[in-house]
């Protein structure tokens, strides 16, 4: 079974190894439980703001036959200051496309929320303002996760474990910003049962 992952530095798991990244995770972890979904095709990039994802999403050109499709993405356009609405528009186009990348079954997609980098100590050495930060992932994470509820598809909130640990110096790449391999295990851990269940749940059934 394919599986399309779409986002940016923390989907492609900046500073971490390749099976350290969570998709990868996520897809051995289903493996181990008899759920037969491939490594992901990736399309992610550090930096990448959901304009630059969708751009990447054009010139790569995945099929539209993939068992199951995860999106990760807006981070870099809280960094940039782009506006809340902004990011709604782009990230509903997104999410369509993601649909359209399942097969048009939004039973087949899942979405993570955006981690919350202000607890790390790359912000605290920025000087930046943690609760403007948070302040700010928390709108756009709510705008995504309503879309998310329009369209059926399902949002795993990572964002709390995010705050609880991200400042843990275990939980993060030597970049001091990034999360290490045993955050995306974090991530993977709560990701795993809604992904088992949007995958063992018979076509077109409500998986929720």
Do not use: K
Request: contains cysteine; aromatic residues 8%.
């Amino acid at each position: 079974m394919a599986y399309l992952a779409l986002g940016d530095s923390y989907t492609i798991g900046e500073s971490v190894p390749e099976d350290g990244r969570w998709p990868v995770q996520l897809a051995r972890a289903l493996r181990a439980e008899g759920i037969p979904l491939q490594d992901p095709r990736i399309v992610a990039t550090t930096g990448w703001t959901t304009d630059e994802l969708d751009a990447a999403i054009d010139a790569a050109a995945p099929p539209t036959d993939h068992g199951f499709v995860s999106l990760l993405i807006g981070v870099n356009n809280q960094y940039r200051g782009r506006p809340l609405d902004e990011y709604r528009t782009q990230f509903a186009a997104l999410l369509e496309r993601a649909i359209d990348f399942a097969g048009g079954r939004p039973e087949r997609v899942m979405v993570l929320s955006i981690p919350d980098w202000g607890v790390t100590p790359f912000a605290a050495a920025a000087g930046r303002d943690v609760a403007a930060i948070a302040a700010e992932l928390d709108a756009y994470n709510a705008a995504a996760a309503t879309i998310c509820g329009a369209r059926g598809v399902a949002f795993v909130d990572i964002a709390p474990v995010s705050r609880a640990r991200g400042a843990e110096p275990g939980m993060l790449a030597d970049d001091g910003l990034h999360p290490s391999t045993a955050m995306y295990a974090e991530w993977t851990a709560l990701a795993l049962p809604v992904a088992r269940r949007r995958l063992a749940a018979p076509p077109g059934a409500d998986p929720r």
